[in-house]
């Protein structure tokens, strides 16, 4: 993870952050729930992720059209612009774990994570 977190400091994003902002670029428009879930966040943690990235422009909410209750969040263009000015060092830093790990391995890993997180409870 030094890696990581050494090229998120220079983003001035978290790491929870970035992944809130990867998940919401894979996903485009999402409520929530699916975000924290996806992102292996709880919900009171992205609340307070939500309101920091909004007031930094990177990501926004708005009510969902067909139902009020809901919110609709969307990583904003300047989100994307942040994912993509550090895509080539993110792609470094995991192509370096694969070259370490040996593919089989950091797949392994991956779906080991997908899993965990896909369970509740």
């Not at 400091?9 to 409520?31: F, H, I, K, P, Y």
């Not at 009171?44 to 909410?61: A, F, V």
């Not at 990583?75 to 089989?104: C, M, P, V």
């Amino acid at each position: 993870m030094a890696p990581l977190r050494e090229m998120l400091a220079s983003t001035g994003v978290t790491e929870q952050q970035w992944r809130v902002l990867r998940v919401l670029d894979e996903n485009r428009t999402m409520e929530p729930k699916a975000l924290a879930e996806q992102a292996c966040l709880l919900l009171p943690s992205l609340t307070r992720i939500m309101q920091s990235l909004e007031e930094r422009g990177l990501m926004s909410r708005a009510k969902d059209p067909n139902d009020g209750r809901k919110l609709q969040l969307t990583i904003t263009d300047e989100g994307r612009a942040l994912l993509e000015r550090h895509k080539g060092e993110s792609n470094r830093i995991f192509d370096a774990l694969e070259a370490r790990f040996g593919e089989e391995r950091l797949d392994q890993l991956l779906d080991l994570l997908n899993e965990l997180a896909s369970r509740k409870g």
